[in-house]
């Protein structure tokens, strides 16, 4: 698993600009939720209100996102990923895509076969609880 993540992890590493995890999940998530707003935001990263805000800062200072208040609505603010700010996500998932391709070519078919079973399981078993395993802090769930 660790070889898996450190393959995930690298395609993020060699882009520019270099983005935080976090960061990089919010971009993925206001590119797939168009006029998602600060808030729900926030819900989907499982972070509070005033930590989305300065999270939106950076990536709104790098060139990454853009706020707008509706008229209507003052108080909300809408998110939405620029040219750039789209480009970057697009740009990871391809380098993903080709760091994953370039060892899936040195396993067999049915090494192939069982890791998609078992990521299967893995997904299946990740959505039927979709909180975080790892609270404040980085506690385990049940660790206290």
Known sequence: ????VACWLAAADGTTPRL???QLLALR???RRPEINLTALAGQLGMGLPNASRLCDRLEAAGLLE????????RE?????????????ADVTERRVRGLAAVFAHMTSGQRAALEQGLSAFHRSRTADPRP????????RGDG
């Open 1 to 4: 698993m660790e070889g898996l």
């Open 20 to 22: 935080p995890a976090r």
């Open 29 to 31: 998530t206001v590119g």
């Open 67 to 74: 706020r707008t208040v509706p008229p209507r609505n003052r």
């Open 77 to 89: 603010v809408r998110l939405a990923g620029t040219a750039y700010g789209r480009r970057v996500p």
């Open 133 to 140: 395993p790892y609270g404040a802090g980085g506690a385990h």
